[in-house]
Every structure is written in C-alpha cells, then in structure tokens.
C-alpha cells in the first residue's frame, strides 16, 4: 500500500500536464477555428520542395 | 494557385454560391497599430479549404501585407499590412475570387459570445480531468471494498476531495452564477437545482470523508459537472454560430458611402455617419444604403431585393430611390432624404427585431421539460428526508438518502438530450447544403404546416434569359455586339446566350432607352420599343428590340427561368404534408406564369413587404404554422415574423441573417430540411422521454437508499450514453433515406 503514496501523485502528474496543455491551448487560440483548421492540414504550398 | 483555380468564382465546393462584389470603400474601419494598418472584413461564400488558399493567398500577394488569416468557422479575414496599401485593394481582391466581403467593426458583442464559449470549454476540461482522476481514486474503492484498510479508503477519499473543491469552484461557476441571478429576482430555473445537487453533494461527502464513512460523492458531484457542461458548451457554440450570422444586418449597414462636399470633392464615410440633405455618389455596381433622392444623372437601377421586380427601372432626376437599390449603368448624385437610421433598411430592421421579439417568447421542449421537472426533484428529495426522518433514522442518514436522491435525478440526460441533438442535426444538414443558424430553429421548422415563397431569386434563377425562340443567329450576334457594352441584367443574358465575341463601335448608352452602336457600318439600336421604333402593342414582359439601320426591329424575349429543382422539391415537400403559396412582389402575369408551371394555386402578386406580413399574420391567426422561405430585402420582415423560414444563400446578407437557415442553391435541401428538422423533433421528444423514464427507474432506488456512489456512476454515464447513441442515430438513418 505504500506505494501509492507515489503512484497517486504521479498519476494526478501526469493528468494535469495533459490539463495544463489544454487550457494552454485554449488560451492561445487553437479552439478558435475548428473548420479551418481541418482544412488547413490539407493545403500544400505551391513552391517545390526544399524552397521557402 | 493553377489558373483554373482563378477563373472558379466563389467556393470551390460549390457549396456557397458566388457572391456579388461590394464596391464600397472599407477604408473608414482601418484601424492603426503603430506602423500597422488592420482591418477586418466578413468574407461571405468561404466554405472549404480551397477557399483558405485562394483568399489567403491572394490578399498576401498585395503589396505590404505582413498577414492574412481567414478564420473558416465564423467567415472572419483579418489583415495586416505596412504601407499605404488602399483598404479598397484588398476587398477588391477577395470580391474578384467571387466572395462577397463587408467590413466589420471589432470589439462589438461577439468578443463577449467567443469569451463565453472559451470559458465554457475550458471549465469542461478541467471538469473532465477532475471526473477521470477521481474515477481513478473511486474505482479502487469500490474494487477494494471488504479488503481495504480504513485508513486507506479515507486517504483516497481525502485525495479526490481535494481534486473535487477546486473543479467545484471553476467548472460550477457557469452554475451557481445562473442560479444566484434567478434567486435574487425569486425565481428559479435549471440551475437552481443543479447547484444545489453539486453543493450538498459536496459537503455530505467532506462530512463523510471526515468520520471515517463508506460513501463519498466526490467523483458524482464531478461526472455531473463535466456531462453539464458538454451540453452548455453545445449549446453556447450554436448559439455564437447564430449570432455571428446576425452580424449580417450590422454589417450591411457599416458599407460606406461616398459623399460629395460642397467643392466637389469626395469623401468615403460609414453610412450611420449620413445625414438628412448630404449629397451622394452613387457608381455603378454600388448599392444604396440610404433614401436619396436623385439630382443628377440618368441610370437603370435594379430594386428586385426591394421590390422583387425582376426587371431594372429607370432612374432620372427627381424621382427617389430606396435604399437597398443596386445601380447599372451611369453614376447618380442625389441627396439623402432620410438620415441611414431613417430609411427603409432602419424599417426592415425594426420589422427584424419584432420578429425576434416574437421569438423570444418562444418556449423550447428543453425550457417546458426543465419547468416540469425542478419542482418535481425537489419535492421527491425534501419528501425522501422527511420520510426517512420520520421512520425513524438519524439525521446524517436521512440527508445522505436525500442527496443521493437529488444527485441521481440530476439532469445529466436531460441536459444533453436537447443540444446533442441540435450539433448531430445541423452537421447532417450542413453536409446537406444546410446552413442552420439556431437550435430551436429545428423546432420550428419540424411543427411547420405551410410554406410561402418568394418568386424572384427563390423559385426563380432571379437572372433573365433568353426564350428558346426563333432568333436568327446573325440578329444574336448583331445584339450581343451592343450588349456587351452594358450592365443591363437583359443585355448581361444575351452575351450569355452569344458567348464571348467583339464589341460594336462606339457605344452609347440612354439610361431608360437602349443601346446604339455602329455594326458592319451600320447604326444599330437594341432596346425598347420606343427606342427602336417597334410597335410598342405588342410588348409585353421582358423583352428587347433590335433595330438594325431602317430594318424592322426584331424582337428578342426573355424568361425569368424556374430553379431546376423547384418542381421536385414543392411535390415532395406536398408530400411532408405542407401547403404551397407564393407570395411575390413581382408582376402578376409574371407570378401567374410561374405559380402555372409549378401547379401552385394559391398566389399573391405586387406584394409590399407589409402585404407580406400582413398575408403572413393572417395564416399564422387561421392556425397554421407558416414556413417562409425568400430572398430579398422585400421578405426580410416576413422573414423574421414566421414561425420559421429559410433564406438560399444568394440572397442578400439582411434576408440571410433574419432567416432560421440559409440553404446553398436550388431548391432540393427544402424538403432535406423539413425532414431532417423533423426527426430532430422526434429524437429530442425521445430523448426527454427516456430521461423521465430513467428517474422513474432510478428514483424509487434511491428512496430506499441503494443509490451508492457506483450506482449513481454507472445511472448517469449509461443514460447520458444513450442519449447521445440515439442523437448519432439521426444522423445514419436519414443518411440512408436521403
């Protein structure tokens, strides 16, 4: 049983790094445009590889 | 970018139609950041990720343009740019991919719709991680339950009080505001309850914790929170979708206008900035914003989104012109006769806010389900206390029974039951060409009995063209030399119907008259029959002559042609069970020659919009549910005051935002619509239905007290499961009916 004196604050750790990532990206505004964003993962730049 | 990209004018999915250019100057909502230059525009018809590209990349090409963004969600574009780049140059670049823009004015309410939605969002995050740690925790108690030390079982207790009280304090905010506001003004709504549920559950869990007990709420109080939430969220993001809908209204009037000062310079302003008397210049292409009387100059103007007169009518100095009016050919001076507050647009939009008034009142299944049921829970859980009092248990008993009562009725199902049915909906009409713009909308349009169309632009194309008749193809030719020349809706239709070829010599245009140009040497004449001498009896309807040199005129019809789709949809919606009216403010033979080729008996011709309304009350006072469904400026009050009603997405921005939905082109997503919306109806009514039918199964457990933490776990998960298993399933059965 004494293990869980490590184990349950690692756990809760580890669920609140996932947390904090979220409202980080909440705050900067990664929520703000879901549709786009779908899109946007799809749209290939028009320069051929290895250029700017 | 290909080249073919740049010749498709508006989205390339087809799934907005292409908008018309607005030629007003944005430059008065430049806004200046140090060296920066910003302006937002509302960018209407981006619907996919092509469109992404193609504007983004266009506006980026312009001189100096540090930054271009186009949000796809709520049509926003905002630019950055150094340099004296001209505004106009950058809505000019987004209007030739075939987008309609108008410049927006930041820092209005929408900032406080997308706070609401960001805090909501982030409250059920947390809320989410607190239910899934505390699940942890709980799982390990109820799993160990015999074996595990008090001790032990205390600790784990104590650790998910601490996750629980600060999840409490943010996530239950949204909560215990809401219910401390209607408490102060002695009423009560949902979330009297709600907090209610959270605070005791809370506090007879600490008292728990602390003697050492077996039960703890910790992880019910947060799976509550966190199920609560996903519904508010929903709906908060349906509702901001609304609201940035609406905008549509407030951005029509930030266009700007071109005033004429007294020394003939000019200078673009906001048209809320116009007054009574000022002189203004109105280009062709421009709109009006406000009454003006007209000056100078001669012109054709389009009134068909005022009036729903397909056919442009001439302007000369002296008479007036509406606001909403579109000009063809010549520029017009006129002076204001109504300040832009004053004018017909300032009309329409009080005939919009009776509508929403009128809505307002509306009662949604949620609200009538949630009246029903607070007084009910609170009744059952105090009558729970006082009967476990009476037989004759302690009071630490008796409140544990009474709060796992209050906890297990807590509407999780119920309130999921509405939104989630809402989002599955409208992303199946959206794939549909549906644009929904209000959860309750589907309500609305589900109880629906009758439909009234607008005829121009709705059941029509709302774009003239040439009749399959007897034209010699050199006489085309001839007309589309001079055609091409001019705006005219008539002369656009015939270099249609021509395609693309040379342009006649030197034409003129009379305002009112026609077009005369020199072909093969000869001096035509295309125009009416005044104008070419034709026998002016015969001229009925849309129609053209064409005078070559001392020749007989020719004549050349047009038809204002139906939607393709028209005929089907009006039998299939006959089919739902709705009646069909046309409601026009067209000519009579024109609506009696439509409403004939669609077999629609009832019509209405030379409508005003108050006859609109008016024809609209009267069915509404006859007991029917009226579904209007229009397009122009002329239908937007109608629009507001139906019961429900649906705009095609070409119709001018007030109609769109005063409309419950905005349908992409044709007329085949109609009957999508109704049905889709019906079987929304359905699913919420079941959904309700089977959340009643939950607390009669759960209550009577939890009377008698065998609602422990796992019960209440597994009640609340299961229910609010289904009901979103039977939102999903909305979405494959009409996929396959469709």
């Not at chain 2, 908060?236 to 609304?242: D, E, Y």
């Not at chain 2, 266009?255 to 109105?282: C, F, K, N, P, Y």
């Not at chain 2, 063809?328 to 009776?354: F, K, N, Q, V, Y």
């Not at chain 2, 009379?510 to 026998?535: I, M």
Request: net charge neutral.
């Amino acid at each position: 049983m004494s293990g869980l004196v490590f184990l349950i604050p690692i756990a809760l750790l580890m669920g609140l790094t996932g947390l904090v990532a979220f409202i980080w990206a909440v705050r900067s505004g990664q929520f703000d445009d879901p549709d786009g964003a779908a899109h946007r993962i799809l749209i290939s730049p028009d320069t051929p590889l290895g250029e700017p | 970018m290909t080249s073919a990209d740049l010749d498709i004018k508006g989205c390339p999915s087809r799934l907005a139609p292409p908008d018309a250019p607005n030629t007003s100057d944005p430059a008065p909502f430049v806004r200046k950041v140090g060296q920066q230059s910003r302006l937002t525009l509302s960018v209407r018809g981006a619907k996919c990720g092509a469109c992404l590209s193609r504007i983004e990349g266009a506006v980026a090409a312009l001189p100096g343009v540090a930054s271009a963004r186009l949000n796809l969600s709520n049509g926003r574009l905002d630019v950055s740019w150094t340099g004296d780049l001209a505004a106009r140059r950058i809505s000019a670049a987004v209007n030739d991919l075939g987008y309609g823009t108008s410049p927006l004015d930041t820092g209005s309410g929408d900032q406080a719709h997308k706070k609401e939605e960001q805090s909501l969002l982030l409250a059920m995050g947390v809320a989410g991680f607190a239910t899934a740690n505390i699940m942890l925790l709980s799982v390990s108690v109820w799993g160990g339950a015999g074996e595990m030390g008090e001790a032990t079982r205390q600790g784990l207790h104590a650790v998910s009080g601490l996750i629980a009280l600060p999840t409490l304090l943010f996530s239950g905010q949204p909560f215990f505001k809401s219910a401390w506001n209607v408490l102060k003004r002695r009423r009560t709504n949902m979330d009297v309850p709600i907090s209610l549920a959270l605070i005791l559950a809370f506090s007879v869990s600490v008292a728990e914790t602390i003697r050492g007990g077996e039960h703890a709420y910790f992880d019910a109080a947060c799976m509550l929170l966190f199920f609560l939430l996903i519904g508010r969220f929903l709906d908060a993001r349906v509702r901001r979708q609304a609201y940035s809908a609406a905008r549509g209204l407030a951005a029509l009037s930030s266009r700007t206008v071109t005033r004429l000062a007294v020394d003939g310079t000019s200078q673009s302003l906001r048209a809320e900035d116009i007054r009574r008397g000022d002189r203004i210049l109105l280009a062709p292409g421009e709109r009006a914003v406000v009454d003006m009387k007209i000056e100078s100059g001669e012109s054709e103007v389009d009134e068909s989104l005022v009036t729903g007169e397909s056919l442009p009518r001439f302007s000369a100095p002296g008479m007036s012109l509406m606001a909403g009016a579109i000009n063809l050919s010549h520029p017009l001076i006129g002076r204001a006769t109504a300040a832009s507050a004053d004018s017909l647009l300032a009309d329409i939009a009080r005939m919009l806010e009776a509508g929403e008034q009128k809505r307002s009142t509306y009662r949604r299944i949620a609200d009538k389900a949630v009246s029903l049921y607070v007084p009910v829970v609170h009744s059952v859980a105090l009558l729970t206390f006082l009967g476990w009092l009476l037989a004759g248990r302690d009071m630490r008993e008796a409140i544990l029974i009474a709060v796992s009562t209050l906890i297990i009725t807590c509407p999780c199902a119920l309130a999921l039951a509405a939104p989630v049915v809402q989002v599955v909906a409208a992303g199946r009409l959206f794939r549909g060409g549906v644009y929904l713009k209000s959860g309750d909308a589907l309500e609305r349009i589900a109880a629906c009995d009758h439909v009234i169309f607008d005829k121009t632009g709705t059941l029509t194309l709302g774009t003239p063209r040439l009749t399959a008749q007897q034209l010699q193809p050199a006489d085309l030719a001839v007309a589309a030399q001079l055609g091409r020349a001019s705006r005219h809706p008539l002369s656009r239709a015939l270099t249609a119907a021509a395609g693309p070829g040379p342009v006649a010599l030197g034409v003129k245009e009379f305002p009112g008259l026609g077009l005369e140009g020199e072909v093969d040497g000869v001096t035509c004449r295309l125009g009416s029959a005044v104008w070419t001498g034709a026998d002016a009896a015969a001229h009925t309807g849309a129609s053209l002559f064409l005078a070559r040199g001392s020749d007989t005129p020719v004549e050349i019809r047009f038809e204002d042609d139906i939607q393709p789709e028209a005929a089907a949809a009006i039998t299939q919606l006959r089919r739902l069970g709705l009646g069909v009216e046309i409601v026009s403010g067209d000519r009579p033979e024109a609506v009696a020659d439509v409403a004939g080729k669609l077999g629609i008996e009832t019509w209405m011709a030379a409508a005003s919009p108050q006859d609109k309304v008016r024809r609209l009350t009267d069915l509404e006072a006859s007991g029917k549910r009226v579904l209007m469904i229009g397009d122009g400026l002329n239908d937007a009050g109608a629009l507001a005051l139906a019961h429900a009603s649906a705009a095609p997405g070409g119709a001018l921005d007030v109609s769109q935002s005063a409309a419950d939905a905005v349908y992409a082109s044709g007329l085949a997503p109609l009957p999508l619509l109704v049905r889709t919306a019906r079987r929304a109806r359905a699913a919420m009514l079941q959904n309700f239905a089977f959340a009643a039918a939950y607390n009669f199964v759960a209550v009577p457990i939890a009377i008698i007290g065998y609602a422990t933490p796992l019960v209440a776990a597994i009640a609340m998960s299961g229910s609010s499961l289904i009901v979103c298993l039977n939102a999903i399933r909305l979405n494959l059965n009409t996929e396959k009916t469709a």
